[in-house]
């Protein structure tokens, strides 16, 4: 899928749709996006093409959401990465990996938790210059007091999951083809 193919083949439709929740048809609809976003026929959509959908270029997290989609970690993301990553915001995809999608946005260096800089740095890119640093401390500091439970410092994925389980993320992480 890392290569510049016209279609894909019924064998990897299927194996995708084995992989994901989507449909076959689904599968070869986002075929089809993707190619358009692949603006230098590669086989991949590089940060730089994702950052030409106006919608997204205006997205403060879109480096985040995009470092996730790439999973392989070589700057950007072919088909089966991208179908992967969307298959999360899929109606039929489960609250957990929606749950896992999010607090790896905020989990930076992926050792499992989310620490008092990281959060500081998402919130951040969220905020901008709307508030003081000092401000966004303050935020940080009692967000991590009232979600660190085991008073390590710091948010674990569990922890995190508690702090969101009143949140609907089943409708407000979800993609409607």
């Keep these: 899928m890392g290569t510049n193919t016209s279609s894909l083949r019924p064998e990897e439709v299927e194996e995708m749709q ?9 599968i070869k609809k986002l ?8 603006k230098d ?7 730089d093409e994702f950052l030409m959908i106006p919608e997204l270029a205006v997205n403060p997290l879109v480096k985040r959401v995009i470092s996730i989609f790439d999973e392989n970690g ?4 072919n088909f ?3 179908i992967a990553a969307l298959s999360v915001f899929n109606a039929q995809g489960d609250k957990q990996r929606k749950l896992e999608f999010a607090f790896k946005v905020y989990d930076i260096d992926g050792d499992g938790y989310i620490s008092n800089g990281e959060l500081f740095t998402v919130l951040k890119m969220m905020v901008g210059n709307n508030l003081s640093d000092v401000q966004l401390q303050q935020i940080v500091d009692k967000t991590i007091l009232e979600a660190d439970e085991d008073g ?3 948010i674990s994925f569990e922890e995190f999951a508690k702090t969101l ?3 609907d993320l ?4 979800t993609i409607r083809l």
Excluded: A, C, P, W
């Design 18 to 26: 084995k992989g994901t929740n989507f449909t076959q048809k689904e």
């Design 152 to 154: 390590d410092g710091k």
């Design 41 to 47: 026929g590669n086989g991949t959509i590089s940060k």
């Design 31 to 38: 075929y089809k996006r993707f190619k358009k976003l692949d």
């Design 80 to 82: 089966k990465e991208f």
């Design 170 to 173: 089943e409708n407000k992480m």
């Design 165 to 167: 389980s009143h949140q």
């Design 74 to 77: 070589d700057g950007s993301v």
